[in-house]
């Protein structure tokens, strides 16, 4: 699941989730290690970022819904953009993760939070 690919034993399987619910299967020891890694430091900030995205998304829906029209109105979306910076895995699900690895999907995800930052600044600045 880290590196996207294949896996052909199960030698090394990793259990996940509050009660290790999940099992997800490495290719080898050093993607289970980064995968382990991966997993503890995304626990570590995501309730706090959850929390930082959802204070922004409500910013911004205000800001959106009583049209207010000041200069600075498009930097939550800039901050949304830094939430997927820090933390890709809020908002993706495990379908992607599956699907191209999580270096890849890491690696787009971020594409997409640098592109919504540079967006949010455009705005800003014209």
């Not at 830094?82 to 993706?92: D, E, G, K, N």
Request: proline residues 2%; charged residues 20%; aromatic residues 14%.
């Amino acid at each position: 699941m880290y590196c996207g690919r294949p896996v052909e034993k199960t030698k090394y399987v990793l259990r996940a989730g509050k009660n290790g619910e999940y099992d997800i299967c490495c290719c080898g020891t050093k993607c289970y290690q980064d995968m382990k890694r991966y997993i503890e430091h995304t626990s570590k900030k995501k309730y706090a970022l959850y929390l930082a995205a959802a204070v922004l998304i409500l910013m911004n829906l205000v800001i959106l819904g009583l049209k207010l029209q000041f200069r600075l109105m498009y930097l939550p979306m800039t901050g949304l953009g830094a939430v997927f910076m820090i933390c890709p895995s809020l908002y993706v699900t495990s379908w992607f993760f599956e699907r191209y690895g999580v270096k890849k999907t890491t690696k787009g995800v971020r594409t997409a939070g640098a592109l919504i930052i540079l967006a949010g600044l455009w705005f800003t600045i014209l």
